[in-house]
Every structure is written in structure tokens, then in C-alpha cells.
């Protein structure tokens, strides 16, 4: 079945520093979106992708979609604290009842 | 607007028991989702529904797991007989369209002793 793969499921940043992480399906994407979930909390949608090669803005994140559409990675530029908690990329296929498949998540630690 | 209401939020129960889990969608939102989250796991496809149609329950265990989503009230998963493996994190989600971002819940947390 499909799979979405996101390696490491830790990463450890100092407070100003830059962040990127990235995301791998196995299969071809019709659309792919990223969720943050603080500790303790609920996944909450960050954005999502759906033209090849397409590049998202928010703020200090970078959200990309590969041309390829089977992959995809979040930049933070100069993390804050307030940056911390497990971000979760999920990818559909095209005909596929509209099913998101969860990766496992990368959880962000920052040192003040 | 509310927001995804789920609960309990918090539900122990004994191996054998029966849990029911229930999820109200947002207003306006016919797709609802569920999932099922492990310590620093990623969050597993369980069901997907609309009203009075399960979709995809391709994530669900065959046996013991039931969901449903009647026309009138929330949508209820339901666990019988559980055993300790069931102990997880279970969230809802519901979106206004096929394809449309995923609104969560706050998720029941499932303890069995």
C-alpha cells in the first residue's frame, strides 16, 4: 500500500536556527498537506499542495511540493520555541476515496 | 462555529469491556474521518464516512471495530471486547469536501487496564 516517510522522527535545533525537513511517498501524490500537533494537542493543518513544483509562504515556513509530486519539505527559517511540536505530512492519491495517509511525523525540539 | 467535538476525552476501561467514542463534525462538514494515534506514532487511517455511508474502512480491524455516521447525531466508533492493545489516542476529523484540509478533534484518549 501506499506509504509516506518521513526520516528522522527527532531532530534537535538551537533557537535562531534553520530547520528543514523532508517528506516521501511511494506512490505519485494528487495533493499533499502538512499538520503540526503540540505536545498533548490535536494535529492542526498548516497548508496544503497541489501543482507540481508548487512553493507555499507562511511566515517563517517554506512549504514545497517536488516536481515529481512524491515529495515534499518544510523549511523554518530562525526556529522560535514557539516552533516546537511534531509536524505530520499527509498525502492523498488521486482515486483513492479521498484517504490521507499520515507519515510518522517529525518532532521538533528547540533549545532557547 | 464549534469545532470537531469529540467525547469522552477521557475513557478508561477493563479488558472486555466496550468503548464508544463519539464525534460531532463541524457544522457544515459531511466527511468524517477517523484515526487512530500511538505514542510517537504517526496517525493511522481508520474509516472514512459520510452520513449513513461508511466510504473506506480499509484501516479498520475486521473484527471488534464498528463506525458509523447516522443521519441525525455524531458519528460513533465502537470498540468491543477491548484489550490492552486498543489503549491509543483515538481523533476525529471532518472536512467540508472530498479533498479539503482535515479539521481534528481533540481527540478520546483509550486506556484499558
Known amino acids: 500500500g501506499q506509504q509516506v516517510m518521513q526520516i528522522p522522527q527527532y531532530q534537535h535545533v538551537q533557537e535562531g536556527e534553520d530547520f528543514t525537513t523532508y517528506c516521501n511517498s511511494s506512490?505519485?501524490?494528487?495533493?499533499i498537506q502538512w499538520y503540526k500537533q503540540r505536545p498533548g494537542g490535536h494535529p492542526v493543518f498548516l497548508i496544503q499542495?497541489?501543482?507540481?513544483?508548487e512553493v507555499k509562504k507562511q511566515k517563517r515556513l517554506t512549504f514545497q511540493f517536488g516536481e515529481a509530486k512524491k515529495n515534499s519539505s518544510l523549511h523554518i527559517t530562525a526556529t522560535q520555541t514557539t516552533d516546537v511540536g511534531t509536524y505530520f505530512c499527509?498525502?492523498?492519491?488521486?482515486?483513492?476515496?479521498?484517504?490521507?495517509?499520515f507519515g510518522k511525523g517529525i518532532t521538533l525540539s528547540v533549545r532557547p | 462555529n464549534a469545532g470537531v467535538m469529540q467525547n469522552p476525552r477521557h475513557l478508561v476501561r477493563r479488558r472486555g469491556q466496550e468503548a464508544r467514542l463519539r464525534c460531532s463534525p463541524m457544522?457544515?462538514?459531511?466527511?468524517v474521518y477517523w484515526y487512530r494515534q500511538l505514542p510517537e506514532e504517526g496517525l493511522k487511517f481508520m474509516v472514512y464516512l459520510q452520513k449513513e455511508n461508511i466510504i473506506d474502512e480499509s484501516g479498520m480491524p475486521k473484527e471488534r471495530f464498528s463506525a458509523e455516521f447516522p443521519k441525525e447525531g455524531p458519528s460513533i466508533l465502537r470498540i468491543q471486547q477491548v484489550v490492552r492493545g486498543d489503549s491509543a489516542a483515538y481523533f476525529c476529523?471532518?472536512?467540508?469536501?472530498?479533498?479539503?484540509?482535515?479539521?481534528f478533534g481533540e481527540g478520546s484518549r483509550l486506556t484499558v487496564l
Open positions: 476529523a471532518s472536512s467540508r469536501e472530498v479533498t479539503g484540509e482535515l479539521f
Open positions: 499542495l497541489v501543482k507540481s513544483g
Open positions: 457544522k457544515g462538514h459531511s466527511h
Open positions: 506512490t505519485t501524490l494528487s495533493n
Open positions: 499527509a498525502g492523498e492519491v488521486a482515486g483513492a476515496n479521498s484517504k490521507l495517509t
